[in-house]
């Protein structure tokens, strides 16, 4: 049994990749879950800044939340307002200089097709992997998140910025893709101002998910409607559970949600 508020799996790669759930006082090993029946239970909810009881509105956080905290500012979705660089405040300058005023990775990755992003230095591979990747390749790092957006922005041009989440699921055999060329072709579109920031030419990231079945068809779980779902996980990739109906269940857009879930 698992019971708690549900946050992001934390991910780790060795082999396939391992997930962890945090509970209220354990770790669930997802991985060990493949191949048996769960039962997820919605019990309430819990806002993931101020520990409210109110129902989540958006990124794990209540409404009032949603809208003061830092960690839901616009930087965080369009880093290319970040303005800590400058000293400007937008809700929490102490926070934002944490987090914006950190070394950023600009990146190509395989998902659902080859896309651009952006992430902290600190959270590759991370990142990747919760966007379902099966490659990645880093392609700059710069000294902060407004560099990193001017970056991604210039990419946009050429390259999609967003995943294809239910083409990321159904996974079967997507075009190799020549990262020498890629990678050429994204220099070419950068502002001169950015090529100081260039990265070594490297080999990208090969990631493998604990995946037995994709689905042929996407259902995507609503436990908000449902209230309970019981079904087989067949397997685990960005941060969705694949059920053995087609079923899926988005963790991360599920954070604040308090659940058990039983394991047969």
């Known amino acids: 049994m698992f019971s708690g508020v549900l946050q992001k799996m934390t991910a780790e790669i060795n082999g396939p990749v391992r997930y962890y759930l945090r509970g209220d006082h354990h770790f669930l090993t997802v991985n060990q879950c493949l191949n048996r029946s769960l039962t997820l239970r919605l019990k309430g909810f819990q806002c993931l800044n101020c520990s409210g009881q109110q129902e989540i ?47 950023h990775i600009v990146y ?73 060329a890629v990678r050429a072709e994204a220099i070419d579109h950068l502002p001169k101002e950015l090529k100081p920031y260039l990265l070594p030419e490297s080999t990208p990231t090969e990631i493998a998910f604990p995946v037995h079945q994709y689905p042929e068809k996407v259902k995507s779980l609503n436990l908000k409607k449902s209230k309970e779902y019981t079904g087989v996980l067949k397997g685990i990739k960005g941060q969705y559970l694949i059920f053995d109906d087609q079923t899926v269940f988005n963790i991360r857009s599920n954070e604040g949600l308090v659940v058990d879930i039983s394991i047969v």
């Open 108 to 180: 190509l990755a395989l998902s659902s097709h080859l896309k651009v992003g952006i992430t902290r230095k600190s959270q590759v591979p991370t990142r990747w992997i919760d966007q379902g990747a099966h490659q990645a390749l880093a392609l700059l790092e710069v000294p902060n998140r407004y560099l990193s957006g001017v970056a991604e922005v210039a990419l946009k041009s050429i390259f999609s910025d967003k995943t294809n989440w239910r083409k990321m699921l159904q996974f079967s055999d997507i075009a190799p893709v020549d990262w020498t």
């Open 57 to 103: 509105f958006a990124q794990g956080f209540c409404r009032k939340c949603f809208f003061e905290s830092p960690q839901a500012g616009d930087w965080i979705m369009r880093p290319e307002l970040s303005k800590a660089h400058l000293d400007i405040e937008d809700r929490d300058l102490a926070y934002e200089k944490k987090v914006q005023l950190q070394p």
